[in-house]
């Protein structure tokens, strides 16, 4: 490697660390009932995560969006009796081990993490609808084969520049096939590798519709109204998982039925009782 490629790599990785490094902590919506998440939660759901780095903060700015990173869970799946990495994951998280997702970061590419890492964090669970089970399968596997591969970080840049105003964007005439990034089999980006598991099995995330030359008759199976055209998964960002119709969103943290006296909950108890000092 030459000197000036060295210097290059070694500028890209500086930057990477610097822009992982957390920022102040953004207003927590909500206490995360960890019981009450591994108890709703599935294997193959998607996990949108409210991230508190800097890199978080660009992408939720170009993004325009709360969530700036995402995850894929697959429970016990690394650490069956059939997994190479069993031991790994059982001596690195101990009983945290049955809880794994898989995500990529900026600075450690491919990774798999316990879901408790995120108890602090703002947190919302998609799950693909009516997705079938060996569908579902195919897509936990292929995001698990992902686990070592670096970051794509030429994506990142890409995808920011992809969403500038028309008059002042670049890729104004890509089109929604078009890959953005390095391209190659070796680097991801979190939503990527996610969207990317998902079409494998052609199942859709944001899809773009062609307008069909007579309207279809039967909306019941198909409710875009017309054949779609799939985008290439470099395009897609961590927002389009909670916006797609097809993903439904889990609320982990209903309350339970007869449990919930929403007067008792204030510090204040002039404001619980309605009354104005």
């Excluded at 709703?40 to 990173?69: N, P, T, Y």
Aim: glycine share 6%; aromatic share 10%.
């Amino acid at each position: 490697m030459s000197f000036f490629k060295q210097g290059a790599r070694r500028l890209r990785e500086t930057i990477a660390n610097r822009l992982e490094s957390s920022e102040a902590m953004p207003d927590r919506l909500f206490y995360n009932n960890m019981d009450k998440l591994t108890a709703a939660i599935r294997k193959g759901d998607v996990v949108l995560v409210e991230g508190r780095s800097k890199m978080s903060a660009i992408i939720k700015i170009f993004s325009q969006s709360h969530w700036s990173h995402v995850g894929l869970y697959v429970g016990d799946e690394l650490i069956t009796e059939e997994s190479e990495f069993r031991e790994k994951y059982l001596k690195e998280f101990g009983d945290d081990a049955r809880h794994l997702m898989i995500e990529a970061f900026v600075g450690r590419g491919v990774v798999a993490v316990p879901l408790s890492k995120y108890r602090s964090y703002n947190l919302r669970i998609c799950r693909p609808y009516g997705i079938l089970r060996r569908d579902r399968d195919t897509v936990i596997r292929t995001v698990m084969d992902n686990l070592g591969k670096r970051y794509d970080q030429q994506n990142i840049i890409d995808l920011a520049l992809m969403l500038l105003p028309s008059w002042f964007n670049p890729f104004r005439k890509r089109s929604i096939k078009a890959c953005l990034g390095n391209c190659n089999e070796f680097q991801v980006i979190c939503s990527g590798m996610i969207a990317k598991a998902f079409q494998s099995v052609r199942y859709p995330i944001v899809p773009s519709t062609v307008t069909p030359s007579e309207p279809l008759n039967d909306v019941r199976s198909n409710p875009y109204g017309a054949k779609l055209i799939m985008r290439h998964y470099s395009q897609i960002l961590p927002r389009d998982f909670d916006m797609s119709p097809n993903f439904e969103i889990i609320k982990f943290n209903l309350i339970e039925a007869g449990t919930f006296d929403y007067r008792s909950l204030w510090h204040d108890d002039d404001v619980a009782s309605g009354r104005e000092s």
